[in-house]
């Protein structure tokens, strides 16, 4: 079974960028549809972003598009979320999903916090 572990989430200024990463073992990513979400204390669990196991194919939240990229590299098992122009309502949980048909499996959150 995959298991996923995200890091870079950091406080950041407003405008500022950061870097997450989510690490898998156990498993290879390859077959996997990779995904991020975030999560802020009260509120529903939101999609940010998702690539295909080829990393070809990509969509992103209306939110997050043309400031967030999505990508993956399946030789080190690990999928990235590189976050520009951050903004305080990007503060969140992000959480990292990798799943394949009905089976899916959650990281455990990195925090990104942006100030204003």
């Known amino acids: 079974q995959v298991q996923l572990v995200e890091s870079g989430g950091g406080l950041v200024r407003s405008g500022g960028s950061l870097r997450l990463s989510c690490a898998a073992s156990?498993?290879?990513?390859?077959?996997?549809?990779m995904s991020w979400h975030r999560q802020v204390p009260g509120q529903e669990r939101e999609f940010v972003a998702n690539?295909?196991?080829?990393?070809?194919?990509?969509n992103y939240a209306d939110s997050v598009k043309g400031r967030f990229i999505i990508s993956r590299d399946n030789v080190r098992n690990t999928v990235y979320l590189q976050m520009n122009s951050l903004e305080p309502d990007d503060t969140a949980v992000y959480y990292c999903?990798?799943?394949?048909?009905?089976?899916?499996?959650w990281g455990s959150g990195t925090l990104v916090t942006v100030s204003s």
């Open positions: 156990g498993y290879p990513i390859t077959p996997f549809v």
């Open positions: 999903k990798a799943q394949r048909q009905d089976a899916y499996t």
């Open positions: 690539i295909d196991s080829t990393g070809r194919r990509t």
